[in-house]
C-alpha cells in the first residue's frame, strides 16, 4: 500500500528557503500510474495546490507561486521534495504532499499526514 | 485560473439530516471534480471522484452529482463521524483549485 510522508524543518526564517522531502513506500516514485503533488493549507484556512511532478521530470506549478517554487524527483531515493524561496510570514502552513492517479478518472490520494512549517524570525 | 464557489460556508445540522454542499466552477470542467473530507489535524480524504464516483470504502450515504459548471456533494443521513470540513477540487487543468470548503458542525 502506497504511504507519503514529510519531513523537513519546522521553522524558517523569512527570506530564507523552505525545503521539505516526501519520502514515498509501498511502491515507487518513477511508477507511470502516478504524479506526485504538494498542497498547503494556512493555520484555520483553506488549501491550496502548489505544485505537481511527473516521474519522468515534468513540472506543474501554480502561477501564483510559480516564480518561488521548486519540485523535483529523486528516484534512487524514492521521494520527491519541494523548494519555496524567499518565504515570508504568509507561507506558514500546514504542507500536504500527495500521489495523483495519472489517469482518468483521478483524484489525490495517499495522503501525507501534514507537516507544519512556520516562517519566523 | 478556474475559480471553484463552493457554498455554504459553513453548515450547522443535526444527526440523520441530510444535507447538500455545492460547487461551481467558472468555467467547464466536464466531470473532473473530487470532493475531499478533511477531519481537524487530518489530512484529507477522497470520497467521490470523477463528480460521481464513490471512492472504495466510503460510505454509501456520500454521493455526487453535476457536470460541466455545477457539482453537489449530498450526505443522506449525517452520522456523527460525518462533521467535518468539506472541500471540492477541480483538476480538469493547471493550476488545480480547491473551494473554500464547507465546515460541517452539529446543531
Known amino acids: 500500500q502506497l504511504q507519503l510522508q514529510e519531513s523537513g524543518p519546522g521553522l524558517v526564517k523569512p527570506s530564507e528557503t523552505l525545503s521539505l522531502t516526501c519520502i514515498v513506500s509501498?511502491?515507487?516514485?518513477?511508477?507511470?500510474?502516478?504524479?506526485w503533488g504538494w498542497i498547503r493549507q494556512p493555520p484555520g484556512k483553506g488549501l491550496e495546490w502548489i505544485g505537481s511532478?511527473?516521474?519522468?521530470?515534468?513540472?506543474y506549478y501554480n502561477p501564483s507561486l510559480k516564480s518561488r517554487v521548486t519540485i523535483s524527483v529523486d528516484t534512487s531515493k524514492n521521494q520527491f521534495s519541494l523548494k519555496l524561496t524567499s518565504v515570508t510570514a504568509a507561507d506558514t502552513a500546514v504542507y500536504y504532499c500527495?500521489?495523483?492517479?495519472?489517469?482518468?478518472?483521478?483524484?489525490?490520494?495517499?495522503w501525507g499526514q501534514g507537516t507544519l512549517v512556520t516562517v519566523s524570525s | 485560473a478556474i475559480q471553484m464557489t463552493q457554498s455554504p460556508s459553513s453548515l450547522s445540522a443535526s444527526v440523520g439530516d441530510r444535507v447538500t454542499i455545492t460547487c461551481r466552477a467558472s468555467?467547464?470542467?466536464?466531470?473532473?471534480l473530487g470532493w475531499y473530507q478533511q477531519k481537524p489535524g487530518k489530512a484529507p480524504k477522497v470520497l467521490i471522484y470523477?463528480?460521481?464516483t464513490l471512492q472504495s470504502g466510503v460510505p454509501s450515504r456520500f454521493s455526487g452529482s453535476g457536470s460541466g459548471t455545477d457539482f453537489t456533494l449530498t450526505i443522506s443521513s449525517l452520522q456523527p463521524e460525518d462533521f467535518a470540513t468539506y472541500y471540492c477540487?477541480?483538476?480538469?487543468?493547471?493550476?488545480?483549485?480547491f473551494g473554500q470548503g464547507t465546515k460541517l458542525e452539529i446543531k
Open positions: 500527495a500521489g495523483r492517479k495519472a489517469v482518468t478518472p483521478n483524484w489525490f490520494g495517499p
Open positions: 509501498g511502491g515507487s516514485i518513477s511508477s507511470s500510474s502516478y504524479y
Open positions: 511532478i511527473y516521474y519522468s521530470g515534468s513540472t
Open positions: 468555467q467547464g470542467i466536464r466531470d473532473d
Open positions: 470523477a463528480a460521481s
Open positions: 477540487l477541480q483538476d480538469y487543468n493547471y493550476p488545480h483549485t
